[in-house]
């Protein structure tokens, strides 16, 4: 393996923007399931590709890590950060493939709670792609992380609501059960962007 | 923002005792569910101050590492406390917040071994307001994380009990998944004191 | 306490060794459950035998890690890794427990996908066996961390079918809870071999 001996700090930063773009384009995919008459099984397949690409990006960063002497930050930091980028995509790819898998399509409509946590994951999106190539210069974070935050909370409260709706009598059991294990992965998703923002905050901690 | 350049570590200590003693103030209110006709709407209602309250103590504390030049001890590590500290009083926010919401409290009476993962989490709360102190001595905390260890393990073995009961055909499906969900949170809280008690062990173990 | 001040690396792979080790003793009983006529209770009794010698597997490893002066990697990857192999025990253990608590083997058999979900676990189980002895000239190990991710694909597809299986009307909704349970279970076996696998790669990223 070849080593390279200065800093090619471009190369990670171009990665986690890259990343992150594709949590974006992995939430349009979801909001797509708000449309009447959607193809789910369209979206569920388009989801993986995604999901794939990020596999692939998540795979160049750890391989430039082993062949790059001086990093940016922190080897292990750089690490978290992009296994937790790939950890979103994961939940959000899941969303998709279970809604078909349970063929939940077939009910006349998704609760409107869950539609609102894919808005706030779509927010979250957008932010963090925002926020990935100002680690260059480690300016204008905090706000990132704040409003990350935020949109946690958010999603929190449409969680529970969307929970207490799923057990009001509305649905049958089994129905209950499916939806639920969606509700848990969008949840999950909502907080692995949190995590994101909580590692990217360690970083400029440490640097600052 | 002010930097100060000698140690202030007072500072640090006491925010996690003030953190720790919130999470006693929180399993007390969690305690008072199991008195006869209880308002479970103000208990939910004063688990929320609460959590606000331990919100505010977890960003002054972040505050602080980033103003403060020697901290006592990694700056990681503070944030890993703080933040566990925080998960907690989560925890126990919405074991009060879902009682109320999913309307449980209208059941004759919560399953004895709720009751029970509740005293648990009252001795934990307990012994971890008093470890929070000794931080800055960095004596007598390993009887407090083998104590924290224990308490998780009767939480555990509570919590199995709970979801045999659960499942036992006592009660409707609907009204499982509520209580399965507010067990899932006391078990959380649960696990979120033992995190709390490794991240302690990890800073005795760095700096000893 | 004594401290030994020449490194007793031998001692610290030896430990990592015996917990893989008891890992594959684990799977191996979980395979017994796809016998016929198998006595759950007895197979439920033995990994909770097995989870104990862990427990004391772990608790010698961090008493060793406080006696020694120099350590063979950061004292606190070693805690990790031995925290994580003792947390893929901790579930295992649950696997038995729990079938065994919600007498989930009255049933005629266990659903195929959990048969195959042991499968897996029995395969990560070998090759973490296998693993731990390379820790000490860090060779090998890249092949490792690959194939535990592939199979950790492997047990999250054969989960998310498993789930469609349960939620497919087959099984009332008591028991498709307690087979959910159980199923969650194996998957969280699954990722915290998975977790195992991150952190060997942690340290072997950081030594090289």
């Known amino acids: ?3 390279s001996f200065r800093p ?6 171009e990665l ?3 990343a992150a773009q594709n949590l974006v384009r992995g939430t349009e995919l979801l909001n797509e399931l ?29 391989k430039k890590i082993n062949s790059t002497f001086i990093t940016p930050f922190d080897r292990e930091d750089i690490y978290s950060l992009g296994s937790q980028l790939d950890d ?4 959000l790819e899941a969303v998709g493939n279970l809604l078909y898998l349970y063929g939940l399509t077939e009910l006349p409509s998704l609760p409107r709670e869950m539609h609102e946590l894919v808005t706030v994951l779509d927010q979250q999106a957008k932010i963090t792609a ?28 449409a969680y529970r609501m969307l929970l207490v709706r799923l057990f009001s009598g509305e649905y049958d059991a089994l129905t209950v059960l499916k939806m639920k294990e ?8 909502c907080d692995a962007f949190e995590h994101v923002a909580n590692t990217v905050e360690t970083i400029t901690v440490k640097e600052s």
Do not use: C
């Open 1 to 3: 393996m070849k080593f």
């Open 8 to 13: 090619t700090e471009g190369a990670f930063y």
């Open 16 to 18: 986690f923007s890259r």
């Open 34 to 62: 708000a449309l009447p008459g959607v193809d789910v099984q369209s979206v569920s397949d388009r989801l993986t590709d995604v999901e794939h690409d990020s596999d692939q990006i998540t795979h160049d960063l750890y």
């Open 88 to 91: 979103v995509m994961d939940h």
């Open 130 to 157: 925002d926020a990935m190539p100002k680690l260059k210069t480690m300016k204008g974070l905090e706000e990132y992380w704040i409003e990350i935050n935020r949109l946690e909370n958010d999603g929190d409260r």
């Open 182 to 189: 969606v509700a848990d992965e969008l949840e999950a998703a």
